[in-house]
Nanobody, 124 residues
Framework: QVQLMESGGGSVQAGGSLRVSCAAS????????LGWFRQPPGKRREGVAS???????GYADFVEGRFTASKDVAKNTLYLQMNSLKPDDTAMYYC??????????????????YGQGTQVTVSS
């Protein structure tokens, strides 16, 4: 049974940094995509970043070099380091797993497992 559990959210002032984590378990596939998504208040869920089983990363345009996705294979943990945070980054952040597609896309419908989310709030 796949389980994804996010942690590390919180409140930070604009310009600050935060790292969110996602503990992943319950899958054995050597080929997978892990993604970060977010849902701002009153808006649709959107893709933030992806990292595949080879460690190749992809980012949404709005990231603009501020965020870095990484993973610790030994700990089965995914990370999203967020720097230069803006109030517009305020959202619930979710990690996600895709075991079906050969190419990692940062699209909501591509991922078949999601965690419960962790709240990130950026104040001005």
């Amino acid at each position: 049974q796949v389980q994804l559990m996010e942690s590390g959210g919180g409140s930070v002032q604009a310009g600050g940094s935060l790292r969110v984590s996602c503990a992943a378990s319950g899958y054995t596939s050597s080929r997978y995509c892990l993604g970060w998504f977010r849902q701002p208040p009153g808006k649709r869920r959107e893709g933030v970043a992806s990292i595949d089983s080879d460690g190749t990363t992809g980012y949404a345009d709005f990231v603009e070099g501020r965020f870095t996705a990484s993973k610790d294979v030994a700990k089965n943990t995914l990370y999203l380091q967020m720097n230069s945070l803006k109030p517009d980054d305020t959202a619930m952040y979710y990690c996600a797993l895709d075991l079906r597609h050969p190419e990692c896309l940062i699209m909501v419908d591509e991922y078949n497992y999601y965690g419960q989310g962790t709240q990130v709030t950026v104040s001005s």
